[in-house]
């Protein structure tokens, strides 16, 4: 089945600076990858997705870039605020089989002042 | 609109005791999946279900039961439960992704379970 690596575990960086997640998937049938925001004590929420027939997503500070051949996607935060400190998912899914959402474990960003 | 909606929020088991949570949404979505979240674990898919009168196992079956009562209710069921079950128990929902329709899922607000 498929398997969701994702690095860093934890991330800091300096208030303005960019910050990039990267997440690496085992199934190449995959195509459809969303990005969540967790914040404490608070449930997953949609942040950006990209689906297998786009190589690059954005949206403002957010986006996200998607190679296919390595199966490998990243989320990028540019001009990093303090209200990006959270938990940070990415997932994979295959919307043409059985439908499963499989998360990576998380990244949890701080941004320092 | 109150999309995802689980049931209790907070529980605390004795081991060996069963429980039941509720989950329903109002999206008419017809995709459902039941996650736990431990801390460095991320979200670990325990049973999905892609459309009603159909479950499947995800990741970490094991000690879970679940029912697609209708489109709008899927329940997670904890038979016996253990230490090893004390988690945050999130359900969520999306729609069948079909051509350029949103896949989003949303997720219930979670339920902090703990077996003692």
């Known amino acids: 089945g498929e398997n969701v690596e994702q690095h860093p575990s934890t991330l800091s960086v300096q208030e303005g600076d960019s910050a990039v997640i990267k997440c690496t998937y085992s199934d190449s049938a995959s195509n459809y990858f969303p990005w969540y925001k967790q914040e404490l004590g608070k449930r997953p929420q949609l942040i950006i997705d990209i689906r297998s027939n786009v190589g690059e997503k954005k949206d403002q500070r957010i986006a996200v870039t998607l190679n296919k051949t390595a199966k490998h996607f990243s989320l990028h935060i540019t001009e990093t605020q303090p209200e990006d400190s959270a938990v940070y998912f990415c997932a994979a899914r295959n919307m043409n089989r059985d439908d499963k959402i499989i998360f990576g474990k998380g990244t949890r960003l701080h941004i320092l002042p | 609109n109150a999309g995802v909606t689980q049931t209790p929020k907070f529980q605390v088991l004795k081991t060996g005791q069963s429980m039941t949570l509720q989950c329903a949404q109002d999206?008419?979505?017809?995709?459902m999946y039941w996650y736990r979240q431990d801390p460095g674990m991320g979200l670990r898919l325990i049973y999905y279900?892609?459309?009603?009168?159909?479950?499947d196992k995800g990741e970490v079956p094991n000690g879970y039961n679940v029912s697609r009562l209708n489109k709008r209710e899927f329940s997670l069921r904890l038979e016996s439960a253990a230490p090893s079950q004390t988690s945050v128990y999130f359900c969520?929902?999306?729609?069948?992704?079909?051509?350029?329709?949103?896949?989003?899922?949303?997720f219930g607000q979670g339920t902090r379970l703990t077996v003692v």
């Open positions: 969520a929902s999306s729609e069948y992704p079909t051509g350029g329709s949103n896949t989003e899922a949303f």
């Open positions: 999206m008419n979505h017809n995709s």
């Open positions: 279900s892609a459309s009603e009168g159909t479950t």
